[in-house]
């Protein structure tokens, strides 16, 4: 097992674990298999795959989705939790994935979808709030949506018998995402200077208020994708 932690998308995962993050990917894990997990962040669920077999070696390298240190036909399973929806090249990391895998090898992505969340109660601060937030998110590169285009990227890129299923977990509370959204938008605002300028401003406020608006439910949808080299 090789955990990667991909050198663009730095993001907390200290509460991430191999039980709720790979379950859909589990049964393809074996011993002496070749298993990668890019985007490993702090490793927490590349030691709990690893863990889940006797003798299994786990090891941690520092690369790009986009250029893994390993050689063609060389991985039997790639593994990738909340990668995609940050990548600037998905395509580009696609292609190399699929240059690592053995043929027949599984490639196993979890990919968020932030268009089908579910947010209760969703109201016009909540909109305002997250659409900063996206906003924020694509001028990094990424994409919230990732996990609603991503079965048609997978095949795109050259993987068939594509299949998908949908999860909802509640990874993290209504108040605390609140939270979140309002630091990261009053923090991009600090330093803002784009035309977008007011509508951080606008949806910072709204966030603020948000915030503040009282408890509801929070659950994210997960894409969890198979698909065979």
């Given at each position: 097992?090789?955990?990667?932690?991909?050198?663009?998308?730095?993001?907390?995962?200290?509460?991430?674990?191999?039980?709720e993050r790979?379950?859909?990917?589990?049964?393809?894990?074996?011993?002496?298999?070749?298993?990668?997990?890019?985007?490993?962040?702090?490793?927490?669920?590349?030691l709990g795959?690893?863990?889940?077999?006797?003798?299994?070696?786990?090891?941690?390298?520092?690369?790009?989705?986009?250029?893994?240190?390993?050689?063609?036909?060389?991985?039997?399973?790639?593994?990738?939790?909340?990668?995609?929806?940050?990548?600037?090249?998905?395509?580009?990391?696609?292609?190399?994935?699929?240059?690592?895998?053995?043929?027949?090898?599984?490639?196993?992505?979890?990919?968020?979808?932030?268009?089908?969340?579910?947010?209760?109660?969703?109201?016009?601060?909540?909109?305002?709030?997250?659409?900063?937030?996206?906003?924020?998110?694509?001028?990094a590169g990424?994409?919230?949506?990732?996990?609603?285009?991503?079965?048609?990227?997978?095949?795109?890129?050259?993987?068939?018998?594509?299949?998908?299923?949908?999860?909802?977990?509640?990874?993290?509370?209504?108040?605390?995402?609140?939270?979140?959204?309002?630091?990261?938008?009053?923090?991009?605002?600090?330093?803002?200077?784009?035309?977008?300028?007011?509508?951080?401003?606008?949806?910072?406020?709204?966030?603020?208020?948000?915030?503040?608006?009282?408890?509801?439910?929070?659950?994210?949808?997960?894409?969890?994708?198979?698909?065979?080299?």
């Amino acid at each position: 097992m090789c955990g990667v932690l991909e050198g663009n998308a730095p993001r907390a995962r200290s509460a991430r674990q191999a039980v709720e993050r790979a379950v859909f990917a589990q049964p393809l894990f074996g011993p002496g298999m070749g298993c990668v997990d890019v985007g490993c962040g702090p490793g927490s669920i590349t030691l709990g795959i690893g863990n889940g077999h006797r003798k299994s070696t786990v090891d941690f390298l520092v690369a790009e989705a986009c250029a893994l240190p390993f050689a063609e036909d060389s991985v039997d399973v790639l593994f990738a939790h909340a990668v995609f929806e940050y990548l600037r090249e998905p395509g580009a990391a696609l292609a190399e994935f699929r240059r690592v895998l053995k043929p027949g090898g599984t490639l196993a992505l979890s990919t968020s979808d932030w268009s089908r969340a579910r947010l209760r109660p969703k109201t016009a601060n909540v909109d305002a709030a997250l659409r900063g937030h996206y906003l924020l998110w694509r001028r990094a590169g990424g994409d919230p949506f990732a996990g609603r285009s991503l079965p048609s990227a997978v095949a795109a890129a050259g993987f068939t018998d594509v299949r998908t299923k949908t999860r909802y977990r509640t990874d993290t509370t209504y108040r605390a995402l609140a939270t979140s959204v309002e630091a990261r938008l009053v923090t991009a605002l600090e330093t803002a200077t784009t035309p977008d300028r007011d509508q951080l401003a606008s949806a910072a406020r709204s966030a603020w208020s948000w915030a503040r608006s009282g408890d509801g439910d929070f659950a994210q949808c997960w894409t969890e994708l198979l698909a065979t080299r």
